[in-house]
């Protein structure tokens, strides 16, 4: 089974969901140190990025896909079924509500001002501020009963 | 193998390119606006189904032949495409995915937008063949391409 955390830039909320999900993250400060956090290049959006395997042997992902997340679960659900997975193989992820104004201005920091250490801290205020919301989110999604593909 | 016909909302082009590729619609004359009418799928794709991808037949290599609305991110969701059965170790060379929206002119957007954005289908369907029927002759070529593709590759396999 595939879970499929994904935002607009992949590379914050998504991150962060997917590094919650897989307890990589203790304290909230080590979500600065995470590889991937602010780290996904534009070339990359679209890319399915696998950070790792949860204890119930779930891959969890993160994507970049823009304003296309509706599009792209309902794509990416086809395709699965298209190729023979059934429904339950493939779990979508969107986080782009949980963008606030913190995380915006960080990111306008980053990109257009490269002040990238400032643009980080805001949007480590911003994810905090949404934190609670996340973390209840991620939960959910861990407690999604385990869909096990059939090896034929 | 499988191809997918991508389009803005797999309305037209898509729909039209796939017709031509299972021979549901002629590929050395233009057809009448009846014959678009007919075709699955037509100009009836509704903005909640962008995204999802419709079946349209087998061709002659016994490939499945699909169309899909990818609204305005088309590069990125066909990357997403890719990435995700790369992830699930299925051999991209088996999958062809082909944007149609680049034989649209002005005219078909327009009626496409009448129609499935407003609902005023009455003026936009008419619109959208006309603009079709106009470009025929560059969706035929398109779709020859793909077929010598599709064959090159059915017969490396």
């Not at chain 2, 066909?78 to 680049?102: C, P, Q, W, Y």
């Amino acid at each position: 089974m595939k879970i499929i955390y994904s935002c607009y830039w992949g590379s914050y909320l998504a991150v962060v969901a997917a590094s919650l999900h897989l307890r990589h993250i203790e304290e909230k400060t080590d979500i600065l140190a995470l590889p991937l956090f602010n780290n996904i290049k534009d070339n990359e959006l679209g890319e399915l990025i696998r950070v790792g395997t949860d204890e119930n042997g779930r891959e969890i992902f993160v994507i970049g896909s823009k304003k296309s997340a509706k599009i792209l679960a309902k794509t990416l659900d086809g395709i699965s079924q298209i190729y023979g997975f059934s429904a339950g193989s493939i779990l979508f992820v969107d986080l782009n509500h949980l963008y606030n104004f913190l995380i915006r201005l960080g990111i306008f920091l980053i990109r257009r001002l490269k002040l990238i250490t400032i643009g980080k801290r805001l949007i480590l205020m911003g994810i905090c501020k949404n934190h609670e919301k996340l973390i209840n989110i991620v939960q959910s999604v861990r407690d999604k009963p385990v869909y096990k593909e059939d090896e034929a | 193998m499988k191809i997918f016909y991508c389009c803005y909302g797999s309305a037209h082009s898509s729909v039209v390119a796939a017709s031509i590729h299972l021979g549901l619609l002629p590929s050395n004359r233009v057809p009448a606006p009846k014959e678009f009418l007919v075709l699955p799928h037509f100009d009836k794709t509704e903005s909640f189904e962008i995204g999802t991808p419709f079946f349209m037949g087998k061709d002659e290599y016994d490939s499945d032949v699909f169309i899909l609305g990818m609204a305005s991110e088309r590069r990125l969701i066909k990357k997403a495409i890719l990435s995700f059965l790369t992830h699930a170790g299925i051999n991209t060379r088996e999958v062809m995915i082909i944007d149609t929206l680049k034989n649209v002119n002005f005219i078909t957007k327009i009626g496409g937008f009448a129609s499935r954005r407003l609902g005023f289908v009455t003026i936009g369907r008419p619109l959208t063949i006309l603009g079709i029927q106009q470009k025929y002759g560059d969706f035929v070529k398109l779709v020859m391409h793909v077929k010598t593709t599709e064959q090159k590759t059915t017969q490396l396999d």
